[in-house]
């Protein structure tokens, strides 16, 4: 079922590279958020064990590792993620329509194994970083940017997977592409007037949270503030606004 209240929907990047600092946030945040976003700096630095620290908290982990490799490779890496019990995992759709339903069945199949919990599987269409430039230029693909987002959350969903990580941007028409069950996580929020940092592609949380988003992803306007907490209760607020 997905989340319905606004506290459920709001992820929270914890894009640190110690425990500590880590364990410091959630014990401060938790009352606020129930899903926490580990990604590769802090899963390079700490490995397994910051996931099972936010479990025992209470907490909900999204691992964003973006795995992309042969199906085989990618299955087994899915198949790890979820017996370590987490809620949410990304692999990049551009890694072909094989390697998603490789990694689909190995999720599927070993929590019906074991009887867990299996995560919800979600694939990276084109970063919030990219914008029609860069996939121009740099990657060499011509199709228009949100042509391609479609192209690659339709395939996703033939794959089998949950939804998709998308720019907020393409929200509406993935919507329409891809049904009203189809998960949709934006990443890269930045609320009203704060600065966008290396994200070309994205909205406040209000928009968002309008436009038909199921989670969204804030890490550095909360992280770096200088009260964290405050700065979060605001963008909780922001996110309620009518």
Same mark, same amino acid.
């Given at each position: 079922?997905? &989340? ?7 992820? !929270? ?8 600092? @880590?364990? =410091?946030?959630? =014990? ?40 992309? =490799?042969?199906?085989?490779?990618? @299955?087994? @890496? ?10 949410? !995992? ?26 867990? %919990?299996? &995560? !919800?599987?979600?694939?990276? *269409? ?48 993935? %919507? ?9 996580? *934006? &990443? ?17 949380? %209000? ?5 038909? @988003? ?21 963008? !909780? ?6």
């Amino acid at each position: 079922m997905l &989340p319905s209240k606004v506290k459920e929907r709001l992820v !929270l990047a914890i894009d640190v590279d110690d425990f500590k600092t @880590a364990e =410091d946030l959630v =014990d401060k945040l938790s009352d606020y958020v129930r899903v926490f976003k580990i990604g590769n700096q802090l899963f390079t630095a700490e490995g397994p064990k910051v996931i099972q620290m936010i479990k025992k908290k209470g907490g909900e982990v999204f691992l964003d590792l973006k795995f992309h =490799d042969i199906p085989n490779t990618v @299955a087994r @890496a899915v198949e790890v993620a979820t017996k370590l019990g987490v809620y949410i !995992l990304n692999v990049h759709t551009s890694g072909g329509l094989e390697m998603m339903k490789s990694a689909a069945e190995a999720s599927r199949n070993i929590s019906l194994t074991l009887g867990i %919990r299996k &995560p !919800l599987i979600l694939g990276v *269409t084109i970063l919030t970083s990219i914008n029609q430039e860069i996939l121009e230029k740099e990657i060499g693909i011509e199709r228009r940017l949100e042509e391609q987002v479609v192209h690659l959350a339709k395939l996703a969903k033939f794959a089998g997977l949950d939804g998709v990580v998308a720019s907020s941007r393409e929200i509406k028409i993935i %919507r329409e592409a891809c049904g009203k069950d189809f998960i949709i996580l *934006t &990443p890269g929020m930045r609320p009203t007037g704060k600065l966008m940092h290396d994200q070309k592609r994205v909205m406040t949380p %209000r928009e968002a949270i309008r436009w038909g @988003a199921d989670f969204i992803v804030i890490g550095r306007p909360v992280r770096e503030a200088v009260d964290p907490v405050e700065a979060l209760k605001e963008i !909780l607020k922001e996110m309620e606004g009518d």
